[in-house]
């Protein structure tokens, strides 16, 4: 925690960002199998915008999915998200189908490599049109001692959108999410990150990139 208000502080006092946002993320993930190779999914997250000064989303996705190994997983569900800017107005509640493979492209003692795809359809309440979204991540984890010790993450999610809607997608490049933290075991099972995230709109009218001190609890069973 005194890591998280660090980063906040700094991120506030950096004059360099008139045309960006200093935001807060902190959220929850929990996934693993709960008979056999069934496995679920169960992922939360508050965003507070506007240089940490407003909620600007909550949201919620679930799934369930087949983890045949340690290495390799399918998942797909639903999620709801609810966008509320600093114009309360514009306030909207998205709901969408995501689809998901995740896999281990390199393990070893020193460095742990893992893709993620993710496809989501996207439907806007009292907007008409379906976005559908492509993601892509590459996450790589490095221990930073013996087992238990904390480890070093550094991840980087390109967003293309395939279709444009009504309700203001484009299609194209959409952004680019990179993070880097530190990963801290609490216990057996559980694990906090902490760091980083630097999130790049494309084509966006704030050209400058969104800074994020990002915080998430993760629960793996």
């Known amino acids: 925690m005194r890591l998280s208000a660090l980063i906040v502080t700094c991120l506030g006092a950096t004059p360099a960002l008139a045309q960006s946002d200093v935001q807060a993320w902190g959220g929850f993930l929990a996934s693993g199998t709960v008979r056999g190779q069934l496995g679920v999914w169960a992922e939360g997250q508050i965003r507070v915008i506007d240089d940490i000064g407003h909620l600007g989303q909550r949201n919620l996705r679930l799934g369930l999915g087949w983890e045949p190994s340690p290495d390799l997983s399918i998942y797909g569900g639903y999620a709801v998200f609810r966008n509320t800017p600093v114009d309360d107005r514009a306030s909207s509640t998205e709901h969408r189908t995501w689809q998901q493979l995740l896999v281990t492209l390199h393990s070893s003692p020193k460095l742990r490599l893992i893709g993620r795809t993710r496809t989501e359809q996207r439907w806007r309440e009292n907007a008409s049109g379906t976005s559908w979204r492509a993601r892509q991540m590459l996450r790589g984890v ?3 001692g013996k087992p238990g ?21 484009r299609s194209g490049l959409d952004q ?11 216990k057996p099972g559980l694990s906090t990150e902490i760091g980083y995230l630097n999130q790049t709109l494309i084509g966006r009218d704030r050209p400058g990139p969104n800074h ?3 915080i998430t609890l993760v629960a793996r069973f």
């Open 212 to 214: 994020i001190a990002q």
């Open 149 to 169: 010790a904390p480890s070093a993450i550094v991840t980087s999610e390109v967003f293309f959108e395939l279709a444009d809607t009504r309700w203001g997608v």
């Open 142 to 144: 490095m221990p930073l």
């Open 176 to 186: 680019v999410r990179t993070f880097a933290g530190v990963g801290i075991p609490l």
